[in-house]
């Protein structure tokens, strides 16, 4: 959850992130999705093209975006 953050991100920076992410993701690791929770509906369509964009990478794990904390963690545990 990002509260009152400033979202400056670049297409370039997008790919770096997604390059870290890969980096540093434990391998071992047995979670299989992050959710992304946003406060405001710009926050949350910058969120969402980044989800969809990592959809494209070869990530471990599947992200969502949302503005609802309660659906996010639904989502998080459902199976």
Same mark, same amino acid.
């Given at each position: 959850?990002?509260?009152? $953050?400033? $979202?400056?991100?670049?297409?370039?920076?997008?790919?770096?992130?997604?390059?870290?992410?890969?980096?540093?993701?434990?391998?071992?690791?047995?979670?299989? =999705?992050?959710?992304?929770?946003?406060?405001?509906?710009?926050?949350?369509?910058?969120?969402?093209?980044? $989800?969809?964009?990592?959809?494209?990478?070869?990530?471990?794990?599947?992200?969502?975006?949302?503005?609802?904390?309660? =659906?996010?963690?639904?989502?998080?545990?459902?199976?």
């Amino acid at each position: 959850m990002f509260e009152g $953050c400033e $979202c400056d991100f670049s297409n370039i920076s997008l790919y770096d992130l997604f390059e870290m992410i890969k980096a540093y993701y434990p391998r071992e690791a047995t979670r299989t =999705k992050t959710a992304i929770v946003t406060s405001t509906r710009t926050h949350l369509a910058m969120a969402q093209l980044f $989800c969809e964009e990592a959809g494209h990478q070869p990530l471990f794990f599947s992200m969502r975006a949302f503005i609802d904390r309660a =659906k996010a963690e639904s989502w998080v545990i459902e199976k």
